[in-house]
């Protein structure tokens, strides 16, 4: 299991140098051959986390298998990536619970329609998110965000297996208080469960160095091997179960219209996690061996992935780094690789399942520990720390994770991100100009000891765009900086090279600064203008704001012009 979002975004962090360009050809036999192997490499591996995280989601194990055999399977027809391995992912999983726990009520059939319609929601905005063309929604969310929610999840997932692993049960859904909680119940803990975490635990971290060894294979062949001397029962540990593939339906619940509409805004945010997961993922490793990409078409192959998974009543999928690299360091070569997994899958599950079924629990609980502790290195922070930027909005994130649970703390992490934002934006910092030298170039005056302001004319220039919060107190800013001036200027200036479009708000304001300065006998002229602006004001152009005063020259060239013009536009100071 994996928190791919900050492990596959800290992966960028590397250095570019890394990324190789493709090499050679591999012939199509050993190609095939190739896939054939990594596919039944990564098949024992998958089936054991795939069963994992349906726990996480509070899930029958074949909800988990289910979602593997049906994200394998899909995108392998239809995805880009050749490294790619879809399957429930970690933070879906949590998300999954999170929603499906506060939503759904009367029992377990009623948690199984509510997930299946949830995945249902989100394998249909996945599509129309890919016919749209919306690849690079993932930007919508700032990395700081995702990095802090990618840690806090990995944090809330691996405190959650502690009770499986210590034998004790916690009431409580926030990390802090179940942590307390656990402590608080020291004496109770299971020393036979401790052990078989403990031990877990140790072989997964000493053979997981090792790329050749897979050990979530060893530990679950292992885990199955004691079952048939040691009765985990009678030392109070429960075990999987079994994986009852006859009860898998196809077919979605029969909801209201209502109910429809609230899962798919539910479903946005999950659509959201896994996209930026799988999109981190895939792109990681199409850099790295100069593959092409194509986001719009993944988009769909999730998409898909997702629909057959809930018409089967599994889990919500993704491509998840972990796997995508275990499934790139066993040599495949093409999607086939994924396909083979899926097969091989399919035979363990329909002949191996009463094998299966004898796995204790604190197996798994480790097996999810090791898998997200990955993802619990705290050089994730080292670049905010370092650059001295994002740092509160990473901490944000982490925090909210982790006090407000998996799918409220997400919200409130973007809502947070949203609001810096609109906060940097809303900020008046307008700086006054004039000419470097003798040069062409104007520069801040605060900044630049050997500029010299330009005799009546005022230059300004917001440092940020024009939008609807900042416009009024942009212009504010720049009334006090004019009253400040020891003569008034004939001409004021403003150049607005930051602002790409603008919004009715700050024409109105606009409009309303540039009568103020006619009728303090001043004109104002808005210079370095984008296309996009100027063609907007010029439909706005009145007495107030004429056309002649909108120009997308420089404000070298503007001054020049102006000054040109100066006899004749002085006017008379209002008396």
């Given at each position: 299991m994996t928190i791919d979002t900050g492990h596959a975004a800290a992966a960028h962090l590397q250095d570019p140098c890394q990324y190789a360009q493709p090499g050679a050809p591999t012939p199509p036999a050993q190609r095939a051959v190739k896939d054939a192997l990594a596919g039944m490499s990564i098949a024992g591996l998958l089936l054991p986390e795939a069963v994992a995280y349906s726990g996480i989601a509070n899930m029958p194990p074949q909800a988990g298998v289910v979602a593997l055999l049906a994200g394998l399977t899909v995108y392998a027809l239809l995805g880009r990536s050749r490294f790619a391995i879809v399957s429930s992912t970690s933070s879906s999983a949590a998300v999954l619970a999170a929603?499906?726990?506060?939503?759904?009520?009367?029992?377990?059939?009623?948690?199984?329609?509510?997930?299946?319609?949830?995945?249902?929601?989100?394998?249909?905005?996945?599509?129309?998110?890919?016919?749209?063309?919306?690849?690079?929604?993932?930007?919508?969310?700032a990395k700081p965000v995702l990095r802090g929610f990618a840690f806090g999840l990995a944090l809330t997932i691996a405190v959650k297996q502690l009770p499986t692993i210590l034998g004790v049960s916690s009431h409580y859904g926030d990390v802090p208080r179940m942590a307390f909680d656990l402590a608080r119940q020291l004496f109770a803990w299971n020393p036979h469960s401790v052990a078989v975490g403990g031990i877990a635990l140790a072989i997964l971290f000493a053979l997981g160095r090792s790329a050749r060894i897979p050990a979530t294979l060893v530990v679950i062949v292992l885990g199955i091997g004691a079952g048939y001397f040691i009765d985990w029962h009678s030392w109070g540990m429960t075990v999987v179960g079994a994986i009852d593939v006859q009860d898998v339906r196809f077919g979605l619940p029969a909801f209201a219209r209502t109910q429809w509409l609230q899962t798919i805004e539910l479903g946005f945010a999950l659509m959201l996690i896994l996209y930026a997961e799988s999109y981190g993922s895939i792109r990681s490793f199409a850099l790295k061996h100069g593959d092409p990409m194509s986001a719009n078409?993944?988009?769909?192959?999730?998409?898909?992935?997702?629909?057959?998974?809930?018409?089967?009543?599994?889990?919500?999928?993704?491509?998840?780094?972990?796997?995508?690299?275990?499934?790139?360091?066993?040599?495949?070569?093409?999607?086939?690789?994924?396909?083979?997994?899926?097969?091989?899958?399919?035979?363990?599950?329909?002949?191996?399942?009463?094998?299966?079924?004898?796995?204790?629990?604190?197996?798994?609980?480790?097996?999810?520990?090791?898998?997200?502790?990955?993802?619990?290195?705290?050089?994730?922070?080292r670049p905010y720390i370092v650059w001295r930027r994002d740092r509160l909005l990473t901490a944000a994130a982490l925090l909210a994770v982790l006090l407000l649970g998996v799918l409220h703390g997400l919200l409130v992490a973007i809502g947070v991100s949203l609001l810096l934002t609109l906060r940097n934006f809303s900020v008046p910092m307008v700086s006054v100009l004039g000419r470097l030298r003798d040069s062409h170039d104007f520069v801040d005056l605060s900044k630049h000891a050997d500029a010299r302001p330009v005799d009546g004319v005022m230059i300004l220039r917001p440092e940020e765009p024009l939008f609807f919060a900042n416009a009024d107190r942009v212009l504010s800013e720049a009334?006090?900086?004019?009253?400040?001036?020891?003569?008034?200027?004939?001409?004021?200036?403003?150049?607005?090279?930051?602002?790409?479009?603008?919004?009715?708000?700050?024409?109105?304001?606009?409009?309303?600064?540039?009568?103020?300065?006619?009728?303090?006998?001043?004109?104002?002229?808005?210079?370095?203008?984008?296309?996009?602006?100027?063609?907007?004001?010029?439909?706005?152009a009145d007495e107030t704001l004429p056309r002649d005063a909108l120009h997308e020259l420089s404000v070298d060239e503007c001054v020049q012009s102006v000054l040109a013009q100066l006899p004749r536009l002085q006017v008379p100071q209002q008396g």
């Open positions: 929603t499906v726990g506060a939503q759904a009520g009367g029992g377990a059939a009623a948690h199984l329609a509510y997930a299946a319609a949830l995945v249902c929601a989100t394998g249909i905005l996945f599509v129309l998110a890919g016919c749209a063309r919306l690849g690079g929604m993932s930007d919508f969310v078409r993944d988009l769909v192959a999730l998409g898909g992935a997702n629909l057959v998974s809930a018409l089967l009543q599994g889990m919500p999928v993704g491509a998840g780094y972990s796997a995508s690299s275990a499934n790139e360091a066993a040599g495949a070569q093409t999607r086939w690789a994924g396909l083979v997994a899926a097969i091989v899958v399919g035979l363990i599950v329909l002949f191996l399942r009463p094998q299966l079924a004898r796995i204790p629990e604190p197996v798994l609980a480790a097996i999810v520990i090791y898998a997200v502790s990955h993802s619990l290195h705290p050089d994730v922070f009334r006090k900086l004019i009253g400040a001036q020891a003569s008034v200027p004939g001409t004021v200036m403003l150049s607005l090279e930051e602002t790409p479009d603008v919004d009715s708000t700050s024409i109105e304001a606009l409009r309303i600064f540039s009568a103020e300065l006619r009728a303090h006998g001043e004109r104002l002229v808005l210079v370095r203008l984008k296309p996009r602006v100027l063609e907007v004001l010029g439909r706005a």
